[in-house]
Each structure stands twice: as structure tokens, then as C-alpha cells.
């Protein structure tokens, strides 16, 4: 017996297969998975019986009712009517809420900066005209629907034995709410989905996204098929999806961190010819966090090796049955190359969406997401925002995370000018104060007064955060937080070389100790910096002091992550003068220390008349001529000094890269051995802090 695909059967009948899929079940009691469930011929006979019968129902049922329906249906559909009523009704009941609130505190009323005679007096609960007497007897001239300012107010409140307050407006959180606000179910039309590409590494993301691109742009935009933003637009039977062009699921997962999930359907590229890699198995797990639906692109279906069914089987492992396997994860076999399934694929992407009733209101502000960004030298802020919901238009004003602008220009993705952009479609904008992050969420206000006001306020925020979270100790900001009354205690850590070294600072910090600041070693030991010490340090609020040590790797980054101070010495003189003089808050930190890379040493040759030569290889950063280095054995500095010689093969060379061999040797210094870590860094000035 033949059967027949939802979806086939719903093109026939011309309803969504969503529509279908939810009458088999109210109708017939009979439940499939998705649009690609097959049923019977058989039973699609059945259906398509029903659907003649209840049309012909549905035609005598509209006679019948006539024009008292249209009448019915019209002016809400067209005029918004009723949304109107609602409003007023909902201003009803706040007014009723505020006359209540002014019974309860009698003589007082809240007001922001400016507010209108009108609305003065309603809120005072005054006719109009006695108002405006009383402002003419304070010899202020205004007509009822005049705004007067908060003092005038003020003042006018006194004759009337009301006390006027200033309201605290929260404008980021108005503008926000308002955003925010669902949309009418009438409002809401059909958006095109928005896919991002995933998938192992050379499995063909680019390609396909290329190959989609190209086959589907017309000839007339042939000129724009350059990339031109980093998301595009594709028309395919009429109907638009919306490529994100970041293939990756770092992006998609960096971009979801950050609260901002944008994609409604991602395409898994899977190579025919390699099956499911490490990176694809990632995928798979982002995906499923983020409750994506997948459509599998079984990639290279050209390649000789290319076997499909081993990538279904690799693929059940992972709980994705394809549905010709009796599940319901969709499987194409393409080819970016040949460009065969693309369109089918498409079409499943299309079909896909279509389950999950992406819609949105074209007719309010826009909002949506920044895709990327940067500075342009001639253009300005240059920002690819995709529109989520309403439509942005040349002169909107927009607060784009912390910054915010007025949309001087709108481009779409393939360079050309356009007026405005609706829901599903990215477009580059020019107009923005400074670069947004990618992530970032814009929001369309009212003016860009209230944008730059957001801004503003958003920007407060984030310094009185940052600089509480940097309330920890530096020998830079030490004096502050003495005066401040910040700190009592200086708290260090003295790692050193030798335990001779710990005791002799330790002595003589503790020394340091007066009527405002006492200075304690709460640790102390041989070796090098390690990052258990940055977490102590971290936690008391401590500095460190490393004398004949260097923090080791790990330590680096959890120190700059947590804002711990790291302080190196060669000579026990410069460690007390440092803190003696950041204590007094003259500390002048003239000279600052750039550690530019470090090599390891692998071999160790001796030649006659130059001296050791060192076999090396770049573990990190580079390797530069001529630069300070020093020689770090077990995490102990033993030999300062500078390069005396750095060569690749046979050649000298002015820089060796990461990763690289190379060949060195240290000036006056000859006793390397193989495993020694080679620092070079340059002392760079620095302008002097104000403390
Ligand atoms: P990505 O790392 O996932 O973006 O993969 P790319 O798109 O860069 O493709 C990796 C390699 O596979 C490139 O050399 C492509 O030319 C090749 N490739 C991609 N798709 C196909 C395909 O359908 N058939 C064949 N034969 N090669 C492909
Ligand atoms: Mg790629």
C-alpha cells in the first residue's frame, strides 16, 4: 500500500502541515510526528473528503450569517478598534488606581521633570481654569495643555496645598517594559526562520553557505554576491530564510552566554565521506541545550568514500533517528559542490519552520540582536543588526546595548541602500555612537534623547560594578584605600627562591607597619608563583610578591582574572622601597615590565669560542633579537640578562613566532640546560599614575 508524506498531502489540501497535523488529531484521533510522518493513501482519502465536506459547510455557513459577520469582523480587523478600547479602559482603571492612591496620602502628587497644566490639575484633582488663575497671579502665562516645569509646579502645589515630588523615572526599564509587551495575536504575521550552519571543521559549513548563497541570488543582485555582512537573505518558493553567516557553535553558544538566542533552526553539515567527528558531537549537545530543532545535511554526497547510511547509523547514537528510519530527524544528502539536495534541503528548512510558527509584529519598534560590529575609518560604528521583532527604519532611534544612535542609513545584505528592514532581516546600520558587542540587544525608543539617556545610565552602571569589583589591593591604588579607610592591613604572599629570602622580607615588611596600615606576610614560601597562591590572594585581599620567581602560566591568567597584583623583584632594596613608597602613595612606577613570549630549551650545544648554544622551541608569544631575558629554571629565575644571538636554522632572524624552533643563546651566561624556560621581555615606560 502507497502512502503519502504530511506534508505532500497538506500542499494538496493548501493548509500548513501544522493545520493538518493538529485536524488528524482533533478530527480522526490519529497522531504524527512532524511533516515528514507518512499515512496511509488510504486514510489522506478520508481526510480530503473531510475537507470537501466542512468547506462546502463552511461556504452555506458564511451566506447564512451574511453581513452581520463582516460587519462584525471589519473594524477589528482593519481599525484596531477594539485594541483601542482596551487602551482606554486600561487608562481608566490607572487614573481610578492614582485618585484612590491621592485619597489615601491627601496633599501630595508625584511628577516627573515637566508635566502639562491638564494633567496637573487631574491629578490634583482641580478644575483647569483655577489652575491656570493661580499660575497667572505667579505671573506665568501658560495654556492648559502647556507644560510647566518641576519648580513652577512646585510652587503652584503650595497654593493648593498639595506637595509636588519629583517622580524617579527608571527610563531604561520604561522603554525596555514597553518593548517587551506581548503582541496581539492579530498583529503578529509570518517571519522568515533564522539558521545558523554547524558542523565539524572542513565538513563544508562555508561551502554550503556559498553554495546557497550563490544558486540563490538572482542575477539582477549578481553584483552583490560578494559577502557583504555577516548574515544574508535568501528567497525560495517566495517564502525567506535568513542565513547566520558565523558557522560554529562558539558563536552560537558565545551568543546564547550572553541571553540572545537568535536561531530558530540549525543546519548540521555532516561530511558523507568522515561522519560524526568530535566537533560534530558538540554540535549536537548545543543544539540540544538550546532546544534547536536540527536538519541534517549529510555533506559530499560527490566524494568517492561517501557513504550516507554509515552517517544515519552514527547518527542514531546521538538519539537523532532519521525519519526514513522511522524517527523524525530530517536527513538530506547534498553536495555544495554539484549542488545537489540544496534545494530539497531548503525546502526541509523552510518546512521545518513552518512547524514552528515563527511569527512577529512588522508594525511596532524594532528590537533585536547586533550580529557584529566594528569601527569603519570613514563610515564610523558600523553595526549588522538583525531585527527580531517590528520594523527599523532610516531615523529611528536606537540604544544598542550601552551605546545608542539615530539610524543615519540602513543597508541591506548585499550592500544596497534600503528604508527600513522587518522582522527576520539583518541590516547594517550606520548612525551608532560608538561599537556595540556582538550580542548585544538594541531596543528602538522614542527619541534619541531617551537613547542617549539609557546609555548614559547603563554605562553608570557598569562602572560603579566594575569598580566594585575592583575594590581589591594593588600597590597602585594602596594609598587610596588607606585614606579611604579601606584597608587596616596590607596582607602579601612573598614567594622567593631561597627560604633565606622569605624570612629577610618578611622582617622587614612587617617593619613597614604604622598607625594606619599594618603590613603582614600571611605566606610565604620557595617557589614558584602557582595559582593556589592567587586564590589566596585573591580571597584576603592580598598582594603578591615574587622575589627570584615568576608566576607560572596558569597563575598569569587566574591573577588578571581576579584582579590579584603581582609584583617581581630581583633585589630585596627595590621590594621595600616599592610598598614603603605605595604606602605613603609616592609610588611612581616609571618603568613597566612586557614579558614578550617564552621559549623552552629541548637541546643544549656547547661550541668552542661563542659559547652554549640552546635548541628551542616557542612555547608562547615570540621570541625577539636583542630583547631583556631571563632564565627560568623550575620556576626560579636564575640568570638575567639579555639575548645574545637568535637564529632559525643558520640564519639570524629579528623575531621567532610561537611555535617555531629556533636557536639562542644568553648573553654571559652559559650554563643552560635542556628544559630551562627562556623569558624575553622589554621594559616599557609608562606615563605617572596620579595616586
Ligand atoms: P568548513 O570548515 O566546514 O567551513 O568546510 P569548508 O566549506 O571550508 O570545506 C572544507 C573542504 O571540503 C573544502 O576543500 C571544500 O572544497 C570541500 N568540500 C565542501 N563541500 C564539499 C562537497 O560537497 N563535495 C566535495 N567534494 N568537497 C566539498
Ligand atoms: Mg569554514
Redesign the pocket.
Known sequence: MSKIRIYELAKELNISSKKLIELLLEEFGVKVKNHMSAIEDEDAELIKEFMEESKDKEDKDDEEDGKEDQKNKKPHKHNNKGGNNKEINKKDSKQEKEDSENEDSQESIKIEDTITVKEFSEKIGKPSTEVIKQLIFMGVMAAINQEIDFNTAQKLGEKFDVTVLKEERDVDKEAVEQEDEEDEEINLEKRPPIIT?M?????????????IRKSKVTATEAGGITQHIGAYTVNINNEKITFLDT??HEAFTAMRARGAQITDIVIL?V???DGIMPQTAEAISHCKAADVPMVVAI?????PGANVDKVKQELTEYDLVPEDWGGNTICIP?????K?GIDTLLEMVLLTAEMQELKANPHRNAKGTVIEAKLDKGRGAVATLLVQNGTLRVGDSIIVGNTYGRVRALFDDKGKKIKSAGPSIPVEVLGLSEVPAAGDRFHQVKNEKTAREIADKRKQKIREEYLQSTHKVSLENLYNQIKEGKVKELNIIVKADVQGSIEALKQSLQKLSNEEVKVRVIHGAVGAINETDVTLASASNAIIIGFNVRPDVNAQSAAEKEAVDIKTYRVIYNAIEDIKAAMVGMLEPDYKETVLGKAEIRQTYKISNVGTIAGCYVVQGKMVRNSKARVIRDGIVIFESELASLKRFKDDVKEVAEGYECGLSIEKFNDIKEGDIIEDYVMEEVKKKEL
Not at 555533506?299 to 566524494?303: A, C, P, W
Not at 547534498?334 to 554539484?338: D, E, G, L, N, P
Open positions: 550552519v558542523g565539524h571543521v572542513d565538513h563544508g559549513k562555508t561551502s554550503l553557505l556559498d553554495a558557522p560554529g553539515v561530511a558523507a565521506d555533506n559530499k554526497i560527490d566524494r547534498v553536495s555544495a559542490h554539484t545537489e
